[in-house]
């Protein structure tokens, strides 16, 4: 089986990023994630990502830079995460499809939400990829 994209936006807004907390499935349940979804057939990553945060997050928002890296996921799919922003005159976010609360999250917050498992990296390297200044996650290794 080919490997299958999932994309993750890191919305930043006045220096803090947004985290979702997941309400489903139950595996992932109060655990906290970039938010985003798969990319469909025949659908570009960046018009994935703009579907899924309006879908997710009541938004209209538009992709940046993809962040360097990949991050797997559950077979066959593989996290990839970009930059984004609300458009002008956008709705502001609400949790909307499998989540149940959002946080904007300053730069010295970050580590206060206990993330997914495979979004620590994924996080870990928007900072940097950011310039955030957040401290890396306890535990966990200092961005390069």
């Known amino acids: 089986m080919s490997e299958r994209i999932v994309v993750a936006a890191a919305l930043v807004d006045g220096g803090r990023l947004l985290a979702a907390r997941r309400s489903a499935p139950a595996d992932l349940a109060g655990r906290w994630e970039l938010p985003g979804g798969k990319v ?14 309006h879908e997710e997050l009541g938004v209209a928002a538009e992709p940046g ?3 360097p890296g990949r991050w797997p996921l559950r077979a066959p799919f593989v996290l990839h995460v970009w930059t984004a922003r609300l458009l002008p005159g956008s709705a502001a976010p609400e949790p909307l499809e499998d989540h149940d609360a959002l946080r904007w999250l300053a730069p010295d917050r970050i580590w206060d939400v206990p ?26 290794t200092a961005p390069e």
């Open 40 to 53: 469909e057939a025949g659908e570009s990553p960046e018009a994935a990502l703009v579907r899924e945060l």
């Open 65 to 67: 830079e993809r962040v």
């Open 115 to 140: 993330w997914l498992d495979q979004d620590v990296p994924a996080v870990e390297r928007v900072i940097a990829h950011l310039g955030l200044g957040a401290v890396p996650s306890p535990g966990g």
